[in-house]
């Protein structure tokens, strides 16, 4: 079965059962230090991830690239403060693969590998998922060893 290009991802969260969903779908995103940005004004957190597209399926067509990538938009409300932890906001070149993002108590933190953390300190739950543009073949699926479960 062939990817459907022409599904868009677009996905809100109110709630710590609508959060698991999206961080589902966001496991192993790519994200430039750079595409992070925090509008204190607007009380929002934006990133753009480089979202590999887990709900696709995996049996292409022989000669078909399996796998698909995607821009996404992210957007977190009513965001009163942001640390971070486990890298410097001002390496802008460096790239975050993303974990999970998990709810706490009055926070969701944005794990991502190597021990990197985003934690956005937020009133309520409010979050926002939209693809950007079209996917893009890859050949590569994400891999992660069993004891390094986020």
Known sequence: MAPDEGAVLKLRAA???????????????????????????ERTFLLVAN?????????????????QRTLCGITFGEVAAVSYSGFRRSDDGRILSL?????????IHLEFSGGAVIRLEVGRILCHAT????PWPTPWQPRHDLDEAP
């Open 15 to 41: 709630d710590a059962e609508d959060l698991a969903v999206i961080s589902a779908c966001l496991q192993d995103a790519l994200v430039t230090v750079r595409d992070l940005a925090y509008a204190s004004e």
């Open 51 to 67: 979202r590999f597209r887990w709900e696709t399926g995996f049996r292409p067509a022989p000669g078909e690239i399996p796998y």
């Open 99 to 107: 974990l999970a993002i998990r709810p706490g108590n009055r926070a």
């Open 131 to 134: 693809d950007l543009g079209d």
